[in-house]
């Protein structure tokens, strides 16, 4: 299946600071990724979609100006935790859908693929 | 409103057992509903994947099971492993959509040897 790598894979901060995580789908374009949460033992919450040259789209209760989104290429969106504090500290997954083949021919498999997660942890 | 529920949240699986894990959609216009397998601190993983024209997928061990009239969708591990301990979400998802997916709140899978 396609690759989707994240970058850092943990990351400890102090308070006040910004985190910047990376996600690069290594084999295939994606014009569109999401972003997510995930607290222990729950289940993953959609954050945001991220679409490529435009703005991201922030799911309801997500602070647009907290978690900074941007969507540069077609192979690399990033998340940026702003003035983190220690509530933000979680398990954050970025994912890609593979909507064209490295070829450039369209292929909608709309299978989703995820990322290896990052850990952060604001002291 | 949930859109996926799943069940049970846990389950505990003796060695060579089959383990079963269920969910039920709302939406009949989902067209995708894949199943996902996480470690922990790792991100979820594509492990099994159906489409609605469909009634079951096979691959391996692993098989999903469609019931489109009901609106429901199963995922069945024959012959666990203690490798296969891991929590499981399943999702569902409508094409040309943008793609969004609507996860389960996820399964913690427990094989004992």
């Known amino acids: 299946g396609a690759v989707v790598s994240q970058h850092p894979s943990w990351v400890i901060c102090k308070s006040g600071t910004s985190v910047k995580i990376e996600c690069r789908s290594l084999d295939f374009q994606a014009t569109t990724m999401f972003w997510y949460r995930q607290f222990p033992k729950q289940s993953l919450m959609l954050m945001a979609t991220?679409?490529?040259?435009?703005?991201?789209?922030?799911e309801q209760g997500v602070e647009k100006d907290k978690f900074l989104i941007n969507h540069a290429s077609l192979t690399l969106s990033t998340l940026t935790v702003t003035s983190a504090h220690p509530e933000d500290s979680s398990f954050y997954i970025c994912s890609a859908t593979q909507p064209f083949s490295t070829s450039g021919k369209p292929r909608n498999t709309g299978e989703l693929f995820f990322g290896e997660g990052s850990r952060l942890t604001v002291l | 409103q949930q859109q996926v529920k799943q069940s049970p949240q846990s389950l505990i699986v003796q060695k060579g057992g089959i383990s079963i894990i269920n969910c039920a959609y709302e939406n009949t216009a989902f067209d995708y509903f894949p199943w996902y397998q996480q470690f922990p601190g790792k991100g979820p993983a594509l492990l099994i994947a159906i489409r609605p024209d469909v009634s079951e997928k096979k691959e391996g061990r692993f098989t999903i099971s469609f019931n489109k009239s009901a609106k429901q969708f199963s995922l069945h591990i024959m012959d666990s492993q203690p490798g296969d301990s891991a929590t499981y979400f399943c999702?569902?998802?409508?094409?040309?959509?943008?793609?969004?997916?609507?996860f389960g709140t996820g399964t913690s899978l427990t094989v004992i040897p």
């Open positions: 991220s679409n490529e040259g435009s703005k991201a789209t922030y």
């Open positions: 999702a569902a998802s409508k094409r040309n959509t943008g793609n969004q997916f609507y």
